[in-house]
């Protein structure tokens, strides 16, 4: 079964439980420890490089006879299914997987029929063994040829450390210092490299973790007790270590329902830069899209329209002319829309409620087109801009906007939370809702998208629609903060990443698609210590996510502010920026 939320939630209670267990323990202390348990952790086996796990969007994972800590581990990097030693056999039956991560204990080296069976499925799937304790557990598996990671430290670390080296998210440096059987000899041990996120504790990167908690605990406090947001999920990564991960509050403010570091948010106009934005920079390194063309000459329908001759980069800069937004809920008619669908009515726009057939070619669509544009060059931030992209990039790719960076970006990644309209993947209890719309769409949206032009185009478009996990978002911040390459790919050249995250001109602090640090250093934005580097994107419902190169920094904050309905206290008590200086003091005070 895939590890519920709850399991991982626990798991990551239990490590932070186990730290607060050392508080005693000096922190210098601690880090000594597990450096050497790091150190001393030995890979075997890795001739053919197989270590760390590459190409995710082809497995299929299964971990047996894992426990909470290894397993959560395992699935900060990948969709990976977790199964006791006792489901072996139906497994095997079911014959849906490729690749087999075992975690070996005492009572699998006693289980010689097993040994000889993971031999055979070694043949035709990839298999990885990690086993701990002294030198005879290691000997005992020593006709294996497939991966092994070995340390001698049984701790929960220790198993942190072994899954964190399957994926990258840490460099395997060990060798074994003795001969300890025919095939482990002294000195063995492969050498990797870190090439995904790794999670360690602030003190890590020299910061003091509990001064940081307590100031951002009393931060996130004061947006509940004041009714910014009834939850919030805050990730901190530096220089490559994902430093902070929690959950605050809960999904509504009269239901306990606590909100947890895997939920699933509506991330509103960071759609922006984490789907179409990263779709422009793949189309354009493969030359499919030039940004110093025109609409019209992508698209048939806008030629002869004031939009024909639009440049791509006007439109991504949000320096086109266009008006910011047009609100088409407003103008639906009760024959727009049913309650239940069919094939006249099959657009679900949220529970009972179905738009027509045709509704945003027919009628959002030519309301675009036909807007009104006002001279290019000053900074409008519009919504229709985003728009029009996503439909020169489905008409380019002929794919869905959804499709395409799915396929191309998350599944490589590991970005297995994150996509369009939700509600069809994921269980609802995973998804923090937005709002109880009174005004269109009479329900509690969970799971739809809250933008209203987004809902009406079937939850995917151009500007908002996009949900995903603070934990999937830092591996889209740290493929960016190193310059396109994540997991040991390359995705982006490097002057690529440049090009679109720097500013441009003098009217704005805008990026290609990306917002940016403001020079008014009055306005603090996004932080008042933020560098001048700095890039990323705000949205409606109460997100964010922040990188800034200087720094190697990675900030996300996801709430649900628009829950029950739109709260201005998220703004006004600048709740996002006030976490985020925070998280710069910290830095600063090394």
Not at 154 to 181: P, V
Not at 297 to 303: C, F, N, V
Not at 508 to 515: C, H, M, Q, Y
Request: charged share 25%; with cysteine; glycine share 6%.
């Amino acid at each position: 079964m895939l590890l519920s939320k709850s399991t991982v939630f626990s798991a990551i209670l239990l490590f932070l439980f186990s730290m607060s267990a050392c508080a005693q323990e000096k922190t210098e202390d601690v880090i000594t420890r597990q450096n050497r348990t790091e150190a001393t952790t030995v890979l075997l086996n890795n001739s053919e490089s197989i270590i760390p796990l590459k190409d995710l969007e082809t497995r299929k994972i299964v971990s047996i006879n894992g426990n909470p800590s290894f397993d959560s581990t395992l699935s900060n990097y990948a969709l990976v299914s977790s199964i006791k030693l006792r489901q072996f056999k139906e497994l095997i039956d079911k014959d849906n997987f490729n690749t087999l991560i075992i975690r070996a204990d005492s009572s699998l080296f006693q289980n010689q029929p097993f040994i000889e069976q993971i031999k055979d499925i070694a043949k035709n799937k990839q298999l990885i063994i990690t086993v701990a304790g002294p030198e005879n557990n290691l000997a005992k598996l020593n006709d294996l040829e497939f991966p092994i990671i070995w340390s001698k430290d049984t701790s929960r670390y220790a198993q942190r450390i072994s899954a964190e080296i399957i994926f990258g998210g840490l460099a395997a440096e060990g060798h074994l210092q003795d001969s300890i059987s025919s095939n482990f000899k002294l000195g063995d041990g492969f050498i990797t490299q870190q090439c995904r996120l790794n999670y360690a504790m602030p003190e890590r990167v020299g910061i003091n973790g509990k001064k940081l908690t307590k100031e951002i605990d009393a931060i996130a406090k004061e947006m509940i007790d004041k009714k910014a947001a009834p939850g919030a999920v805050v990730m901190i990564v530096k220089d490559n270590k994902v430093i902070f991960n929690k959950a605050y509050g809960n999904h509504y403010y009269d239901i306990d329902e606590p909100t947890n570091v895997d939920d699933i948010f509506d991330l509103a106009s960071v759609s922006k830069i984490a789907a179409t934005t990263l779709a422009v920079m793949h189309l354009e390194e493969e030359g499919k899209i030039d940004l110093e063309k025109t609409v019209g000459d992508y698209l048939k329908d806008a030629q002869g329209t004031n939009k024909e001759n639009i440049k791509l980069r006007d439109l991504m800069l949000h320096q086109a002319g266009l008006i910011p937004f047009i609100p088409f809920y407003r103008d639906l008619t009760n024959n727009d829309y049913r309650t239940d669908s069919s094939a006249a009515f099959p657009i679900k726009v949220s529970e009972h409620y179905y738009l027509r057939k045709g509704y945003f070619n027919d009628v959002m669509w030519p309301l675009m087109l036909n807007s009104r544009v006002n001279p290019p060059g000053d900074y409008v931030y519009s919504d229709i801009s985003m728009y029009i992209m996503q439909r020169i990039i489905e008409t380019v790719t002929r794919e869905s906007l959804d499709k395409y960076v799915e396929q191309n970006f998350y599944k490589k990644l590991g970005m297995y939370s994150t996509g369009y309209n939700p509600w069809k993947k994921f269980p609802l209890s995973r998804i923090v809702p937005t709002e109880l719309d009174k005004t269109f769409r009479q329900s509690q949206l969970i799971g739809y998208v809250h933008d209203q032009g987004a809902a009406m185009a079937g939850g995917v478009a151009g500007h908002a629609g996009l949900f995903s996990t603070a934990n999937d978002l830092a591996i889209f911040g740290q493929l960016l903060l190193n310059k396109g390459q994540y997991g040991d790919e390359d995705y982006f050249k490097p002057e690529t990443v440049e090009k679109y995250t720097r500013k441009y001109g003098e009217n704005s602090r805008r990026g290609l698609g990306f917002d940016g640090w403001d020079p008014a250093i009055d306005n603090g934005y996004p932080s008042e210590f933020a560098s001048p580097f700095t890039f990323g994107h705000t949205g409606y419902t109460g997100t964010c996510i922040w990188m800034d190169p200087e720094q190697q920094l990675i900030y996300i904050f996801l709430s649900n502010r628009v829950q029950p309905s739109v709260s201005p206290f998220l703004s006004k008590l600048n709740i996002r920026s006030r976490i985020q200086d925070a998280v710069y003091k910290a830095i600063h005070e090394k």
